[in-house]
Protein backbone atom coordinates (compact mmCIF):
# COMPACT_ATOMS: atom_id res chain seq x y z
CA UNK A 1 0.00 0.00 0.00
CA UNK A 2 2.74 2.18 0.58
CA UNK A 3 4.50 1.70 -2.53
CA UNK A 4 1.05 2.37 -4.51
CA UNK A 5 0.89 5.79 -2.35
CA UNK A 6 4.83 6.67 -3.17
CA UNK A 7 4.20 5.93 -7.11
CA UNK A 8 0.92 8.02 -6.78
CA UNK A 9 3.04 11.22 -5.12
CA UNK A 10 5.45 10.80 -8.01
CA UNK A 11 3.48 10.69 -10.75
CA UNK A 12 1.79 13.72 -9.14
CA UNK A 13 4.87 15.77 -8.72
CA UNK A 14 6.23 14.43 -12.28
CA UNK A 15 2.96 15.70 -13.71
CA UNK A 16 3.38 19.40 -11.45
CA UNK A 17 6.93 19.52 -12.95
CA UNK A 18 5.24 18.38 -16.78
CA UNK A 19 2.65 20.94 -16.63
CA UNK A 20 4.93 23.99 -15.42
CA UNK A 21 7.67 23.34 -18.43
CA UNK A 22 4.43 23.00 -21.09
CA UNK A 23 3.48 26.13 -19.51
CA UNK A 24 6.66 28.07 -19.39
CA UNK A 25 7.46 26.63 -23.57
CA UNK A 26 7.32 28.93 -25.69
CA UNK A 27 4.64 28.37 -28.18
CA UNK A 28 5.23 29.54 -31.79
CA UNK A 29 1.98 31.21 -33.36
CA UNK A 30 1.12 32.16 -36.53
CA UNK A 31 1.96 35.42 -37.18
CA UNK A 32 -1.74 36.92 -37.39
CA UNK A 33 -2.38 35.19 -34.71
CA UNK A 34 0.40 36.64 -32.84
CA UNK A 35 -0.56 39.94 -33.65
CA UNK A 36 -3.82 39.47 -32.94
CA UNK A 37 -3.36 38.23 -29.58
CA UNK A 38 -1.39 41.06 -28.71
CA UNK A 39 -3.15 44.10 -30.74
CA UNK A 40 -6.48 42.94 -29.87
CA UNK A 41 -5.94 42.66 -26.14
CA UNK A 42 -9.71 42.43 -25.81
CA UNK A 43 -11.13 38.72 -25.72
CA UNK A 44 -13.75 37.71 -28.07
CA UNK A 45 -17.19 37.14 -26.09
CA UNK A 46 -18.92 34.12 -25.49
CA UNK A 47 -21.09 34.08 -27.91
CA UNK A 48 -18.30 34.84 -30.83
CA UNK A 49 -16.06 31.85 -29.37
CA UNK A 50 -19.15 30.25 -29.63
CA UNK A 51 -19.37 31.22 -33.26
CA UNK A 52 -15.99 30.60 -34.09
CA UNK A 53 -16.24 26.84 -32.80
CA UNK A 54 -19.18 26.35 -34.82
CA UNK A 55 -17.86 27.39 -38.05
CA UNK A 56 -14.01 26.75 -37.65
CA UNK A 57 -13.93 23.23 -39.39
CA UNK A 58 -15.26 25.72 -42.57
CA UNK A 59 -12.82 27.78 -42.45
CA UNK A 60 -10.29 26.84 -44.58
CA UNK A 61 -12.57 26.19 -47.04
CA UNK A 62 -14.39 29.72 -46.86
CA UNK A 63 -10.36 31.00 -47.28
CA UNK A 64 -10.41 28.51 -50.38
CA UNK A 65 -13.37 30.02 -51.81
CA UNK A 66 -12.27 33.24 -51.42
CA UNK A 67 -8.79 33.13 -53.44
CA UNK A 68 -5.39 34.15 -51.88
CA UNK A 69 -6.20 37.99 -53.65
CA UNK A 70 -9.46 38.38 -51.30
CA UNK A 71 -7.90 36.70 -48.27
CA UNK A 72 -5.04 39.01 -48.79
CA UNK A 73 -7.39 42.28 -48.84
CA UNK A 74 -9.85 40.52 -46.05
CA UNK A 75 -6.33 40.60 -43.36
CA UNK A 76 -5.75 43.85 -44.11
CA UNK A 77 -8.87 44.70 -43.55
CA UNK A 78 -8.97 42.82 -40.04
CA UNK A 79 -5.41 44.99 -39.16
CA UNK A 80 -7.19 48.07 -39.78
CA UNK A 81 -9.81 47.75 -37.38
CA UNK A 82 -7.05 46.16 -35.04
CA UNK A 83 -7.98 42.66 -34.60
CA UNK A 84 -11.26 43.46 -32.71
CA UNK A 85 -11.98 41.25 -30.15
CA UNK A 86 -8.66 39.30 -31.17
CA UNK A 87 -10.26 38.65 -34.54
CA UNK A 88 -7.91 36.80 -37.27
CA UNK A 89 -8.31 35.48 -40.53
CA UNK A 90 -9.36 32.38 -39.58
CA UNK A 91 -12.03 33.12 -37.16
CA UNK A 92 -13.13 35.91 -39.88
CA UNK A 93 -13.34 32.59 -42.04
CA UNK A 94 -15.50 31.05 -39.18
CA UNK A 95 -17.75 33.51 -38.82
CA UNK A 96 -18.16 33.96 -42.64
CA UNK A 97 -19.39 30.37 -42.56
CA UNK A 98 -21.77 30.16 -39.47
CA UNK A 99 -22.96 33.65 -40.56
CA UNK A 100 -23.53 32.62 -44.10
CA UNK A 101 -25.29 29.09 -43.23
CA UNK A 102 -27.75 30.70 -40.82
CA UNK A 103 -28.98 33.57 -43.50
CA UNK A 104 -29.08 30.26 -45.88
CA UNK A 105 -31.56 28.51 -43.41
CA UNK A 106 -33.17 31.70 -42.52
CA UNK A 107 -33.81 32.72 -46.59
CA UNK A 108 -34.91 28.98 -46.97
CA UNK A 109 -37.39 29.32 -44.22
CA UNK A 110 -38.69 32.36 -45.51
CA UNK A 111 -38.89 31.28 -48.90
CA UNK A 112 -40.96 28.25 -48.17
CA UNK A 113 -43.84 31.05 -45.61
CA UNK A 114 -44.01 32.79 -49.17
CA UNK A 115 -41.57 35.84 -47.95
CA UNK A 116 -39.23 36.85 -50.39
CA UNK A 117 -38.12 40.16 -48.90
CA UNK A 118 -37.63 38.90 -45.65
CA UNK A 119 -35.59 35.79 -47.68
CA UNK A 120 -33.56 38.36 -49.27
CA UNK A 121 -32.93 39.64 -45.95
CA UNK A 122 -32.10 36.92 -44.47
CA UNK A 123 -29.21 36.24 -47.74
CA UNK A 124 -27.77 39.96 -46.89
CA UNK A 125 -27.42 39.06 -43.70
CA UNK A 126 -25.65 36.01 -43.96
CA UNK A 127 -23.03 37.95 -46.51
CA UNK A 128 -22.60 40.94 -45.19
CA UNK A 129 -22.81 40.68 -40.69
CA UNK A 130 -19.08 39.90 -40.60
CA UNK A 131 -18.09 43.05 -43.21
CA UNK A 132 -20.70 45.45 -41.52
CA UNK A 133 -18.44 44.66 -38.01
CA UNK A 134 -14.94 44.92 -39.52
CA UNK A 135 -16.24 48.34 -41.63
CA UNK A 136 -17.77 49.94 -37.87
CA UNK A 137 -14.68 48.80 -36.04
CA UNK A 138 -12.32 50.14 -39.27
CA UNK A 139 -14.49 53.69 -38.71
CA UNK A 140 -14.39 53.90 -34.81
CA UNK A 141 -10.63 52.60 -34.44
CA UNK A 142 -9.68 55.64 -37.19
CA UNK A 143 -11.63 57.85 -35.11
CA UNK A 144 -9.91 57.10 -31.74
CA UNK A 145 -7.07 57.54 -33.52
CA UNK A 146 -7.73 61.14 -34.78
CA UNK A 147 -9.01 62.54 -31.59
CA UNK A 148 -6.43 61.05 -29.49
CA UNK A 149 -3.23 62.40 -32.02
CA UNK A 150 -2.44 65.53 -30.09
CA UNK A 151 -2.52 64.05 -26.80
CA UNK A 152 0.01 61.50 -28.19
CA UNK A 153 2.43 63.37 -30.05
CA UNK A 154 2.28 65.56 -26.89
CA UNK A 155 2.84 62.97 -24.55
CA UNK A 156 5.80 61.39 -27.09
CA UNK A 157 7.50 64.87 -27.40
CA UNK A 158 7.73 65.41 -23.54
CA UNK A 159 9.45 62.14 -23.22
CA UNK A 160 11.97 62.36 -26.04
CA UNK A 161 12.25 65.64 -24.72
CA UNK A 162 13.60 64.40 -21.21
CA UNK A 163 16.35 62.32 -22.42
CA UNK A 164 14.93 59.45 -23.68
CA UNK A 165 16.10 57.83 -26.86
CA UNK A 166 13.29 57.85 -29.86
CA UNK A 167 12.92 53.73 -28.90
CA UNK A 168 12.83 54.29 -25.41
CA UNK A 169 10.17 57.09 -25.68
CA UNK A 170 7.71 54.69 -28.19
CA UNK A 171 7.99 52.06 -25.30
CA UNK A 172 7.45 54.25 -22.59
CA UNK A 173 4.52 55.86 -24.64
CA UNK A 174 3.27 52.50 -25.69
CA UNK A 175 3.02 51.67 -21.76
CA UNK A 176 1.08 55.06 -20.73
CA UNK A 177 -1.89 54.44 -23.61
CA UNK A 178 -4.53 52.01 -24.19
CA UNK A 179 -6.06 51.69 -27.32
CA UNK A 180 -4.75 51.64 -31.60
CA UNK A 181 -1.77 53.58 -30.48
CA UNK A 182 -0.22 51.61 -28.02
CA UNK A 183 -1.24 48.36 -30.42
CA UNK A 184 0.59 50.13 -33.38
CA UNK A 185 3.52 51.29 -30.78
CA UNK A 186 3.79 47.37 -29.30
CA UNK A 187 4.08 46.34 -33.06
CA UNK A 188 6.36 48.56 -34.42
CA UNK A 189 8.90 47.93 -31.35
CA UNK A 190 8.57 44.67 -32.14
Do not use: C
Not at 34 to 39: G, T
Not at 102 to 126: D, E, I, N, T
Amino acid sequence: MDLLLALVVGLAVYGAIHGIRMYRADAKLPGDLAIALESGSSRTSAVGSGIDRLGIRWAPMVLRMMGPKAVNKKRRQIDLAGNPGGLTIDRYAARRAVYGALGLLGALSMLLRGQLFLALLMVAFGLFWVEAGIWSAIRVRREHIERTLPDFLDVLAVVVSAGLGFRQALDRVAEKYEGPWSDELRITLR
